[in-house]
């Protein structure tokens, strides 16, 4: 089958750690991967963002990337590319008019709406995936969301008018039903994790203390560091390693981390929390494999790749019961659900788990088996696969009005 991915923003060529890139680009690379070893024909397009890039780029994996002059050649970020989607949809049916896909998959909401000005065009079957909602961002968010005014009003659109939509876990399907879209034009298709990657067996990086607290994720609040940073004068004899943002180099000069930075200092934990900055993917699951404990506490979180990965590295997650983990995470089995926003019950959750190593064990081992079961990015690709021919078979477009 000839499929065409859409990432307006998130490249999957793109270096992870950024502002604007995260779990959206390791979706779209490793399920373009998948999907390209199962023998079919991808091609992703995504936003030129950089004026030395080639139009094309054949990866190692053996998909395609294309890179669409839509707006500068230049980073800019997600929140202003609205009003680039005009070109970005332009280029899109000048080449799918030449050579038509028998499936467009759109990653983000403004993805979908140059992927449906195309597909209505053209008669092609369009397939969403969301990865993050407007409505749940506003609602966490409030004055700081920084999307634009009529995201709310657009993405409800594209939801409605989608041909299927893959919903990434249980609570985004109640959140589409809210916006209207028909239950019956959805299903849920969870992110994956490279289990030949992440593994429990492998180099384990070296720890400062005897036992380590291991968070992961793009240095903004809403990851909710700082609630790990306010549990941890309860936590005694653990450190706590914050991985993600900007280089080691330039954490200095980076607001959130000053702002955790300060806060341990004032909560005088600043000797036993240490700020690594961006790692490298490659270095991440011997990183994953020192800790005791991996802590993912977000206020929210669409779905959450982290857990997944430390689950298939056989290590226990202490995880917020928010978004997808709420799917992930099976509590007491593989980890722990806790209440977001809440430093007294991450110290209650963490402490026993640190005195109890053999729970840990059983509950890392579950957390492995439960990936191999369920979270594969082959896995993934068979039932998004399940999707694709549905709707690449349908003598029509299937268009959803509510």
């Known amino acids: 089958m000839k499929i065409a991915m859409v990432s307006e923003h998130a490249s999957p060529l793109a270096t992870l750690g950024g502002a604007d890139a995260g779990g959206q680009n390791v979706h779209v690379a490793e399920l373009s991967a998948a999907l390209t070893r199962r023998g079919h024909n991808v091609t992703v397009y995504t936003r030129r963002d950089d004026p030395s890039l080639p139009e094309e780029v054949v990866t190692p994996q053996g998909y395609t990337v294309v890179h669409v002059p839509a707006g500068p050649a230049e980073p800019v970020?997600?929140?202003?590319?609205?009003?680039?989607?005009?070109?970005?949809?332009?280029?899109?049916?000048?080449?799918?008019?030449?050579?038509r896909p028998d499936?467009?998959?759109?990653?983000?909401?403004?993805?979908?709406?140059?992927?449906?000005?195309?597909?209505?065009?053209?008669?092609?079957?369009?397939?969403?995936?969301?990865?993050?909602?407007?409505?749940?961002?506003?609602?966490?968010?409030?004055?700081n969301d920084t999307s634009p005014k009529d995201r709310l009003r657009l993405e409800a659109m594209v939801a409605r008018c989608a041909t299927?939509?893959?919903?990434?876990?249980?609570?985004?399907v109640f959140?589409?039903?809210?916006?209207?879209?028909?239950?019956?034009?959805?299903?849920?298709?969870?992110?994956?994790?490279?289990?030949?990657?992440?593994?429990?067996?492998?180099?384990?990086?070296?720890?400062?203390?005897?036992?380590?607290?291991?968070?992961?994720?793009?240095l903004v609040p809403r990851k909710g560091f700082d609630d790990m940073i306010r549990a941890m004068p309860a936590i005694p004899n653990a450190e706590l390693v914050i991985a993600g943002g900007p280089d080691q180099a330039e954490l200095d000069?980076?607001?959130?981390?000053?702002?955790?930075?300060?806060?341990?200092?004032?909560?005088?934990?600043?000797?036993?929390?240490?700020?690594?900055?961006?790692?490298?993917?490659?270095?991440?699951?011997?990183?994953?494999?020192?800790?005791?404990?991996?802590?993912?506490?977000?206020?929210?979180?669409?779905?959450?790749?982290?857990?997944?990965?430390?689950?298939?590295?056989?290590?226990?997650?202490?995880?917020?019961?928010?978004?997808?983990?709420?799917?992930?995470?099976?509590?007491?089995?593989?980890?722990?659900?806790?209440?977001?926003?809440?430093?007294?019950?991450?110290?209650?959750?963490?402490?026993?788990?640190?005195?109890d190593a053999f729970l840990r064990q059983s509950l890392g081992l579950a957390g492995r088996d439960r990936v191999c079961a369920r979270y594969t990015w082959d896995q993934v690709a068979a039932d998004t696969m399940r999707i694709y021919d549905k709707v690449a078979h349908a003598q029509r477009p299937w268009v959803s009005t509510g």
């Open 77 to 99: 970020p997600k929140d202003e590319l609205l009003q680039h989607m005009g070109p970005f949809a332009r280029f899109l049916d000048a080449r799918w008019s030449a050579q």
């Open 164 to 172: 299927w939509v893959a919903a990434t876990c249980s609570d985004e």
């Open 253 to 355: 000069d980076d607001p959130e981390a000053i702002r955790l930075k300060k806060l341990a200092a004032e909560l005088r934990v600043a000797r036993r929390v240490h700020l690594y900055g961006a790692v490298a993917r490659a270095d991440m699951p011997a990183l994953l494999r020192s800790a005791d404990i991996v802590a993912c506490t977000p206020w929210y979180e669409p779905f959450g790749i982290v857990p997944l990965e430390a689950m298939a590295c056989g290590i226990p997650v202490v995880a917020s019961a928010v978004g997808g983990m709420q799917d992930t995470i099976v509590h007491d089995v593989t980890g722990r659900l806790i209440t977001p926003r809440n430093p007294r019950e991450i110290a209650a959750t963490i402490n026993p788990l640190l005195r």
């Open 175 to 218: 959140e589409l039903m809210r916006m209207g879209r028909a239950r019956t034009r959805m299903s849920v298709v969870p992110c994956g994790v490279d289990k030949n990657l992440f593994t429990p067996e492998g180099s384990t990086a070296d720890k400062s203390a005897k036992h380590r607290i291991l968070s992961v994720g793009r």
């Open 103 to 143: 499936v467009a998959h759109a990653h983000f909401w403004m993805s979908g709406l140059a992927t449906q000005l195309v597909t209505r065009h053209l008669g092609m079957p369009a397939v969403q995936t969301f990865h993050a909602l407007g409505v749940v961002k506003r609602r966490h968010q409030g004055a």
